[in-house]
């Protein structure tokens, strides 16, 4: 599977953006999707994850009613929205698949098998 994020920018304080991740080359359906980010000097964090089987997500607790995870299997497609952006929330935030996480383990970064390149979402204060 290869994975494409796009999305990120520079936003302030209070404001949304919507980070997308794009998948080919594998049936979408059967794979997990995460997304985890890391700032500078820090170890990469988990964000949020939708399991393979649906319909349950997973958010880490600083961004539980803030960011919202969904998955398109027909397109392919994952996003991450965010809103009420912090400056703590600025990083790097990738996203990754795996056809075998399990539920326990959406939160672990070595669960996933596949790994996006990065967006970088930056937001001042």
């Known amino acids: 599977v290869q994975l494409q994020a796009s999305g990120g920018g520079l936003v302030q304080a209070g404001g949304s953006l919507r980070l997308s991740c794009a998948a080919s080359?594998?049936?979408?359906?059967?794979?997990?999707v995460g997304w985890f980010r890391q700032a500078p000097g820090k170890e990469r964090q988990f964000v949020a994850a939708?399991?393979?089987?649906?319909?349950?997500?997973s958010y880490a607790d600083s961004v539980k009613g803030r960011f919202t995870i969904s998955k398109d299997n027909a397109k392919g497609m994952a996003y991450l929205q965010m809103s009420k952006l912090r400056p703590e929330d600025t990083a790097v935030y990738y996203c990754?698949?795996?056809?075998?996480?399990?539920?326990?383990?959406?939160?672990?970064?070595?669960?996933?098998?596949?790994w996006g390149q990065g967006t970088l979402v930056t937001v001042s204060s």
């Open positions: 939708v399991h393979r089987n649906g319909p349950g997500t």
């Open positions: 080359g594998h049936n979408f359906r059967t794979v997990s």
């Open positions: 990754a698949a795996g056809p075998s996480v399990i539920r326990s383990n959406l939160e672990s970064p070595s669960a996933y098998t596949y």
